[in-house]
């Protein structure tokens, strides 16, 4: 096994000692790659198993210091690309699945196969029955009265086009909050440039909470519809839904929400919340695969569909049926996509999703009370379990946001997210716009000890870099 060149006095100094086997001095390259793998056979980990103390040293290559990882007896070497470590990026997309979600896939693609909605023939009765019962294990969490009301789209970006675009008439205004997403902020773009749309965006608080006041003021004759997150995907604050469309419908305006990062962890009531438009994702806490997502859409609401095409049935039409849901959905469904999301929700009904607003809220104050233990930090949003959701998003003091996401991944093995979180609009709000953050995403599945080694790896990072 031919090492690279030591290339720091130091981690030298304890590679003679015995006290490191190995300096890496860049990450990045393929061989360095290999080596790392080799040092991660069964037979090394063994050995390292029972060596004390073992350091590992890793070079990043882009602010040329040099990082120590001390692995204590007993404890799994992390290394890139080499061990599925903690996984705190569930605000992207979830991961891991219920097992159900992944049976659920792989069952129709082996077992099934046949296209939803367009065979006579058993499998494609079969396939069609997977996407019903999706959608109808979703009418049960969002307590949606009727099931062809929620129709399927790839994603949330999807679902909230449609609905943007399928109801806003030139010179109709929409209220919506300075924490959307762009998911959200783009397509009113390009409808005010468009089509003359009116926006009136409501400016939060730092913490991206919102006040109703303000909401009261915005909300007036001209406008044709208020659209929110129910959660923001920076900060995790949440959005007075309820209240916001009692004030909506006070006006007779049409009330919409985003619940990217709300639907499945979060309980959701379309009728006790009075919800006009719910557009969801699949992928994130409602477990199902990527690509997949939807809108529910109230009874008095018939948006013009985004795309034409085929819906299996009423071909005879040159438009596109009015019926629902095969209006909005033209083409083949991703019904292996659809049959894990069944699978999920199924799951989350099976759980409750109280009990995992419950589990979440746990380890949101845990995850709190962690990291506000690290020196040089500062978490933006409510830091209030009550106010927020699993997302927490953070920098630490000098060093940028990128450099830390790097640092945990590549030396401690956890993955969060950095940048702008598609969501400028919500960085320039609490104060970030220039810097970016570091955002971590709790999900069902981390672990109390997962967030201790979040705030652990900080710690050392912060002392790290102060050295
Ligand atoms: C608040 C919010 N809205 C919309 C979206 C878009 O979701 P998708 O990328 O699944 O369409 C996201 C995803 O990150 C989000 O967090």
Known sequence: MGQPAPA????????????????FENLDTEEQQELLQSLCSEEILHILENMSPFVGFCHSNRNDKVYLKEVKPGQRLVLPGIDVAIYLDNAATSFPKPESVYRAVDHYLREVGASAGRGAYRRGLQADRLVYAARTALARLFNVPDASRIVFTAN????????????????????????EHNAVWRPLKRLERERGVRIRSIKCAR???????QVEEAVGKGTKMVVTTH????????????????????????????????????????????????????????????????????????????????????????????????????????TAGLAGLGAGVEFILQEGVEKIQRREKELLRSALEELAAVPHITIYGPRDPEKQMGVISFNLEQIPADEVAYLLDSVYGIMVRTGMHCAPQAHSTVGTLETGAVRMGLGYFNTENDLASLANALKEISREMAR
Do not use: C, W
Not at 160 to 177: R, W, Y
Not at 207 to 213: A, F, H, P, Q, T
């Open 231 to 334: 959660a923001s995907n920076l900060t995790g604050t949440l959005m007075p839904v309820a209240e916001i469309a009692q004030i909506a419908h006070r006006h007779g305006v049409i009330m919409m929400v985003d619940a990217a990062q709300t639907a499945g962890a979060y309980p959701i009531d379309i009728q006790a919340l009075d919800i006009d438009l719910l557009a969801f994702t699949g992928h994130k806490a409602l477990f199902g695969p990527p690509g997949t997502g939807g809108l529910y859409i109230a009874p008095h609401l018939l948006p013009e569909p985004l795309k034409e095409g085929g819906t299996g049935a009423e071909s005879l039409l040159e438009e596109q049926p009015p019926t629902l849901p095969e209006r909005y959905e033209a083409g083949t469904p991703n």
């Open 8 to 23: 720091f006095p130091a981690a030298l100094d304890l590679l003679e000692k015995g006290k490191a086997i190995a300096v």
């Open 207 to 213: 913490d991206g909470s919102l006040d109703l006041k």
């Open 156 to 179: 949330a970006t999807e679902a909230i086009n449609l609905a943007l675009k399928g109801l806003l008439a030139p010179g109709d205004e929409v209220v919506t909050s300075s924490m």
